[in-house]
Every structure is written in structure tokens, then in C-alpha cells.
């Protein structure tokens, strides 16, 4: 040991000590990656599928819509994944996300439209808001964004798309405003994005 | 080594929350449920055992002057591996926890224990401080939270099965119906404000301990950069 304890003094020792941790550390990081990639994948696989049905209604779709998916560049440049549901090889919906910038960080939101641009349902997936105030836009803790299905651009209007604190026919929540206006905006440009892209996403490829 | 003493000083006399005031930053942030508190130990009792154990187990070829970084690559790499674990087998638990298990990292009681304690001491022992430290840790995490989660939403435990599965249901209690909640104890200040009055009531307690002859237990080994 006291060789060890000499050793452990010289200038050398340390940074090569410290570089042998870094290796062993990296081999072991590269090594757990490894053996949990694939199995991430797939739970993140079935979450997507988890939501993706749930902006569905019950037996709308009979095909796997995780393998029937269309890309379609945004008006900021950004791809949109949208996912096709189909009866019977028909296309009878779209799935795709939005998001809006709420209270703190951005809203992702799953919505899906029928072919003719009416809301089936959107689910809140992604969201940093205050718990207890702006959570409520999850189904979890409220049933208000459910208050989106059956609407469409013919009804309610455009221009009363919005809280109802802004003219629109949205409730929003006590103490919190900004989180519904952002989930109500987010949606607003998703139907917005399927009335300007329904030729692409109904035929493209 | 006295592992009787290791498991009074990790439950109560060097409790990282209630003596050593370590590990704030999860405390503050976590608490809001007994639930999470609750899950936030346990995933932080797992790092500490690895960590103490594999520190302990290297301290020797560990010059003083690098030991530092040697253990936050350590302790990083653990909570990688964990986190990776809980996404991969462990999904739904991940979806509760996930954004906390980051934090372990920045969690001073690890690097703290691996610095005051598995630096000095054999593997088993080591590993044992891991293990009382990180329930004395859960054991104040779900305290707070519960107290937070009773005074803010009239529930105990609620969501726990879904930390700890479907036969845990039970343990969810809703303890005021109909209870409008006080919005604040879900909110950071309140966490501060619950840590507070357990600590005044674990003084409390110590001082009447001491009329009867006990030493107050003051906190020892704290880690050496300032962290809290």
C-alpha cells in the first residue's frame, strides 16, 4: 500500500487516474445505452400510440397509423409528422402535434381531424405549467380540453376561437389565462395547418 | 464498524434533510405529493448505495487532489444508468418520476456521503450508510409531502399506485372530500415553510431528550464545497 500511497502523489497518477474513471464511466454509460435503447424505443413507441388513440374516437381507425405517416414542412420551416387514420384503406382522419408557448415553456398538444376539418379530440402530451393552476389543461386533472371536440372553423367562428376573455368560447381557468389562450392558439394553427396542407396530407405519400 | 450506529446516524442523528440540511434542491421541488416524495427517495437510495459502494470500493487508488471529480463522474454515471434503467423496464414509473431523476445528480447528500463517509470506510459499510442515509432521506422527502399534500389537497398518497402498482391502491386516502385545497402548499414556499416546522419539532423533541441526559445530535462530515 505505501507504494500505492507514493504513486497516488506524482503529478502523472492523477491525470491518468482520472482519465481511467472517465473511460470505465463512459464504457459503462455506453454499455446501459446499449442495453436499454431498444426497449425505450418501443415504450416510447406505445405511449405515442397510447395518445394517438385517444384523440381518436372508439373504432375509428383500422389501421396502424404509427406506419402511415405523411411529412409536411410547416409555414416556420419545421417538419410535422402527421399520422393517417384510415377505415377500410380511406383515409377518415389526421393525428398530428402543435404546440403553443404557455406560461412556462412550450405546450405540445395532439390533435386529431376528421377529413373535413372538424376536431375528434386533442390530449395535452408535454406541458411545464403551474400545477394546481394550469395543469387543468390535462384530462387527467380536468375535463375542459375536451371542450375542443365537434369543433371546427364553421363552428365556432374564427374569430371566437380564442378564451373567453378575449371574445372567444373557451373557458378559461381561475389564475391562469395564458395556458389556455397558448392550448387554445396551438390548436387554432393545427386546424389552420390541415385547412392549407388536406390535399397533401388526404393523397401525399 | 458499528452498523447499529450506521442506521441511527442515516434514519435520524445525521438525517440529511433534518440535521444535515442536505439535499434541498429535490426537497423544495419534489414535496408536493407523499407520492413523489416517496418515489424521489427510493430512486435516490438506489444511487447512494451504488455510489457509496463503488467509492468505497476505489478510495485507495483515488488521489486527494482529483477525488472530486472521480466521484461526480461516479455518482453521474449512476444516475445515468438509473434513469436509462426506469425508461426502459419501468415506463410508467418513469412518466411519475422522470423529471426528478435528473436532479440526484445535483443532490449535495451524494456527493456529501461519498465525501464524508465511503471515502474513508470499507465497501460494506459504505454501502449500509447508503442505504439508512437514503431511507432516513425518503423517510423526511415523505413527510414533507405528505404534510404538504394533506394541507394542500385533503389526499395522502394519492397516484401511489401508479409508483408502486395496482396492489398499492390501498394506500391512497382521501382525507377531505370536497376540500378546495390551499393552492400555496403545492407552491415552492411552502416547502420551505413545512421543512421549517419539522425541524423546529425534530429540535423540540432533541431538547427534551437532552433534559433526560441524550446529546443533542449536531450535524458532522460535511461535504467540503459549498453545497447545499
Known amino acids: 500500500?505505501?507504494?500505492?500511497?507514493?504513486?497516488?502523489?506524482?503529478?502523472?497518477?492523477?491525470?491518468?487516474?482520472?482519465?481511467?474513471?472517465?473511460?470505465?464511466?463512459?464504457?459503462?454509460?455506453?454499455?446501459?445505452?446499449?442495453?436499454?435503447?431498444?426497449?425505450?424505443?418501443?415504450?416510447?413507441?406505445?405511449?405515442?400510440?397510447?395518445?394517438?388513440?385517444?384523440?381518436?374516437?372508439?373504432?375509428?381507425?383500422?389501421?396502424d397509423?404509427?406506419?402511415?405517416?405523411v411529412k409536411i414542412a410547416a409555414a416556420d420551416g419545421h417538419p410535422v409528422t402527421v399520422y393517417r387514420a384510415r377505415k377500410a384503406g380511406a383515409v377518415t382522419g389526421a393525428v398530428f402535434q402543435v404546440s403553443g408557448r404557455g406560461y412556462a415553456g412550450d405546450i405540445v398538444v395532439l390533435i386529431g381531424i376528421d377529413t373535413e376539418g372538424t376536431m375528434l379530440g386533442a390530449r395535452v402530451i408535454k406541458h411545464h405549467e403551474t400545477p394546481g393552476l394550469g395543469d387543468k389543461i390535462e384530462v387527467a386533472k380536468s375535463k375542459w380540453i375536451r371542450d375542443f371536440e365537434g369543433k371546427s372553423f364553421e363552428s365556432p367562428a374564427t374569430e371566437?376561437?380564442?378564451?373567453?376573455?378575449?371574445?372567444?368560447?373557451?373557458d378559461q381557468f381561475a389564475g391562469a389565462t395564458i395556458t389556455p389562450r397558448a392550448v387554445v392558439k396551438a390548436v387554432k394553427g393545427g386546424l389552420a395547418f390541415y385547412a392549407a396542407h388536406k390535399q397533401e396530407i388526404l393523397e401525399g405519400n | 464498524m458499528d452498523y447499529r450506529q450506521i442506521m441511527k446516524d442515516g434514519l435520524w442523528n445525521q438525517n440529511v434533510v433534518l440535521t444535515q440540511l442536505l439535499g434541498m434542491c429535490p426537497t423544495m421541488a419534489v414535496t408536493t405529493s407523499g407520492t413523489n416524495g416517496l418515489g424521489m427517495?427510493?430512486?435516490?437510495?438506489v444511487v447512494l448505495v451504488a455510489s457509496n459502494a463503488i467509492v468505497a470500493a476505489?478510495?485507495?487508488?483515488?488521489?486527494?487532489?482529483?477525488?472530486?471529480p472521480v466521484f461526480i463522474g461516479i455518482i453521474a454515471t449512476m444516475v445515468t444508468l438509473v434513469d436509462m434503467g426506469l425508461n426502459?423496464?419501468?415506463?410508467?414509473?418513469?412518466?411519475?418520476?422522470?423529471?426528478?431523476?435528473?436532479?440526484?445528480v445535483a443532490n449535495c447528500a451524494v456527493l456529501g456521503r461519498a465525501e464524508a463517509f465511503a471515502a474513508r470506510q470499507p465497501v460494506l459499510a459504505s454501502a449500509l450508510d447508503g442505504l439508512w442515509m437514503g431511507l432516513g432521506f425518503t423517510g423526511a422527502l415523505t413527510a414533507i409531502g405528505l404534510v404538504r399534500e394533506l394541507v394542500g389537497?385533503?389526499?395522502?398518497?394519492?397516484?401511489?399506485?401508479?409508483?408502486?402498482?395496482?396492489?398499492?391502491?390501498?394506500?391512497?386516502?382521501?382525507?377531505?372530500?370536497?376540500?378546495?385545497?390551499?393552492?400555496?402548499?403545492?407552491?415552492p414556499p411552502a416547502g420551505f415553510l413545512v421543512l421549517g416546522l419539522l425541524l423546529a419539532a425534530k429540535r423540540l423533541y432533541e431538547r427534551r431528550a437532552e433534559r433526560s441526559g441524550d446529546a443533542i445530535p449536531q450535524p458532522m462530515g460535511a461535504p467540503a464545497i459549498g453545497c447545499h
Open chain 2, 153 to 187: 389537497a385533503g389526499t395522502l398518497f394519492s397516484q401511489a399506485s401508479l409508483l408502486l402498482g395496482p396492489k398499492f391502491a390501498f394506500m391512497e386516502i382521501t382525507v377531505l372530500p370536497n376540500y378546495g385545497g390551499v393552492l400555496m402548499m403545492i407552491l
Open chain 1, 160 to 170: 371566437k376561437w380564442g378564451v373567453k376573455k378575449d371574445g372567444g368560447v373557451f
Open chain 1, 65 to 69: 397509423l404509427l406506419k402511415d405517416t
Open chain 2, 88 to 104: 426502459a423496464w419501468f415506463h410508467d414509473l418513469y412518466k411519475v418520476l422522470g423529471l426528478y431523476i435528473a436532479l440526484i
Open chain 2, 41 to 45: 427517495g427510493l430512486a435516490t437510495t
Open chain 2, 58 to 68: 476505489i478510495r485507495d487508488f483515488v488521489s486527494h487532489q482529483v477525488r472530486i
Open chain 1, 1 to 63: 500500500m505505501s507504494t500505492l500511497a507514493r504513486w497516488r502523489e506524482k503529478l502523472t497518477y492523477q491525470p491518468v487516474s482520472l482519465g481511467i474513471v472517465a473511460m470505465l464511466t463512459s464504457a459503462a454509460l455506453a454499455f446501459g445505452n446499449h442495453a436499454t435503447h431498444e426497449d425505450i424505443l418501443k415504450a416510447e413507441q406505445r405511449d405515442l400510440q397510447a395518445s394517438l388513440t385517444q384523440v381518436l374516437p372508439e373504432g375509428y381507425a383500422d389501421n
